[in-house]
């Protein structure tokens, strides 16, 4: 049946009888163009969740359309048996945009955390990692083993790798907690899932210095941040240091499934360390290396975009960094977001009552202060 011959009420009733219920969710989505999607009835949304800061190049952009088409014309499958050229080309793009010397492509940014952890513990030896409350890496069993939410983790143990965690932002709590089986430190840059928690402007580099004086590898989590989110291609890239291990994923396709890990000069798996029969295909590397040349000519609006949000917003004190917002709105957030829905625009309530904003990073000035207008009047909606 396709899904035009059904209408909103059957495909929910469909939806819920045979897809497990991890998910909740209201509108049926049809379409996107650029900054917007539209609903079955045809209305038309602002998206400024972007698929959780996937589509950072918009929807369905002309450039990434045309690259998925004709790879996937042309070749669309072959695995990791043999070479292709839009891999070798992705990496390249990769390795020169991040400062970083090798690629492993994953599927996922879980796949991509599993990745780290696994070249950390095979290169260094060592077994035990360090992450950040609230932090979030994933949902396979290593990334959810450094993922700090009791929530999302504890169900699942006992996990492997052991991790302890430390509070986010305290870079000598890292110190103190590094012991002589610590493979490695994760963390993310910014935390995102969190909803959007700045650490302190040094927080990068003196943890990079801890981890240097301990000879412990540092990987920084530039799954969400990454792919310009943050007005530099990656996030480490403000704090000028070079991470050990990156992992990357959500705007590294425009929508495409892929992820990867970068690792720095002298960091890497050898042969059969680690695989994947669908990672680096043909299409998903397609759609990346036509993300990279698109997201070039857009990065360099972004300090001007997040300085309009800042502005637009700034009587809700939001957190602004690059093109991820989050404001402490607390047990309210859903009847925020659900306002902004009714008035045709998309936010994200993260954890712990923070409303988050990820707009697509093409997103024009005019685009934003609709948005923000809608935002505004949601809040007066409250009072
Ligand atoms: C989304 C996210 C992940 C997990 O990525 P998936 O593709 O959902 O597995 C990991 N780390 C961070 C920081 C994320 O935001």
Same mark, same amino acid.
């Given at each position: 049946m396709n899904t035009r011959?059904?209408?909103?009420?059957?495909?929910?009733?469909?939806?819920?009888?045979?897809?497990?219920?991890?998910?909740?969710?209201?509108?049926?989505?049809?379409?996107?163009?650029?900054?917007?999607?539209?609903?079955?009835?045809?209305?038309?949304?602002?998206?400024? !969740?972007?698929?959780?800061? !996937?589509?950072?190049?918009?929807?369905?952009?002309?450039?990434? !359309?045309?690259?998925?088409?004709?790879?996937?014309?042309?070749?669309?499958?072959?695995?990791?048996?043999?070479?292709?050229?839009?891999?070798?080309?992705?990496?390249?793009?990769?390795?020169?945009?991040?400062?970083?010397?090798?690629?492993?492509?994953?599927?996922?940014?879980?796949?991509?955390?599993?990745?780290?952890?696994?070249?950390?513990? !095979?290169?260094?030896?060592?077994?035990?990692?360090?992450?950040?409350?609230?932090?979030?890496?994933?949902?396979?069993?290593?990334?959810?083993a450094c993922t700090h939410e009791p929530k999302i983790r504890e169900p699942f143990g006992p996990l492997q790798p052991s991790c302890t965690f430390v509070p986010y932002g305290d870079a000598h709590a890292i110190k103190e907690a590094i012991a002589s089986d610590t493979a490695a430190v994760i963390l993310e840059p910014v935390q995102g899932q969190a909803g959007v928690i700045i650490p302190p402007a040094s927080y990068l580099s003196d943890v990079r210095d801890i981890c240097d004086e301990a000879g412990v590898l540092l990987i920084v989590d530039e799954v969400q941040t990454g792919m310009g989110r943050t007005g530099a291609w990656f996030a480490y890239q403000h704090a000028g240091i070079l991470p050990d291990i990156i992992t990357l994923a959500k705007g590294l396709g425009s929508g495409f499934p892929i992820g990867a890990i970068l690792a720095r000069e002298g960091l890497q798996f050898e042969r059969g360390e680690h695989g994947s029969t669908f990672a680096g295909g043909p299409v998903a590397c397609a759609a990346g290396c036509a993300t990279i040349d698109v997201l070039q000519d857009v990065i360099t609006a972004i300090p001007r975009k997040a300085a309009l949000f800042s502005e637009l917003l700034q009587e809700h004190n939001p957190r602004v960094y690059g093109l991820m917002i989050g404001i402490s709105v607390g047990e309210?957030?859903?009847?925020?977001?659900?306002?902004?829905?009714?008035?045709?625009?998309?936010?994200?309530?993260?954890?712990?009552?923070?409303?988050?904003?990820?707009?697509?990073?093409?997103?024009?000035?005019?685009?934003?202060?609709?948005?923000?207008?809608?935002?505004?009047?949601?809040?007066?909606?409250?009072?």
């Open positions: 011959e059904m209408n909103i009420q059957e495909v929910k009733k469909c939806d819920s009888t045979y897809i497990m219920p991890t998910f909740g969710r209201e509108l049926l989505l049809t379409r996107g163009e650029g900054s917007y999607v539209w609903d079955c009835e045809g209305n038309k949304y602002l998206d400024l !969740v972007a698929g959780i800061a !996937v589509c950072n190049t918009g929807h369905c952009h002309p450039t990434i !359309v045309q690259a998925i088409q004709m790879q996937t014309e042309t070749l669309m499958h072959c695995s990791n048996l043999y070479y292709i050229p839009h891999r070798a080309i992705f990496a390249e793009k990769l390795v020169n945009i991040s400062g970083m010397a090798k690629v492993f492509f994953t599927n996922s940014g879980t796949e991509a955390t599993e990745a780290a952890i696994k070249l950390a513990r !095979v290169r260094t030896k060592k077994h035990a990692f360090i992450a950040c409350e609230n932090g979030f890496h994933g949902r396979g069993s290593a990334a959810l309210h957030c859903a009847d925020i977001a659900s306002y902004c829905t009714t008035h045709g625009v998309l936010v994200n309530c993260a954890a712990h009552g923070n409303l988050r904003l990820l707009p697509p990073l093409t997103i024009s000035d005019e685009e934003i202060r609709e948005g923000c207008q809608v935002i505004q009047a949601a809040f007066s909606s409250l009072s």
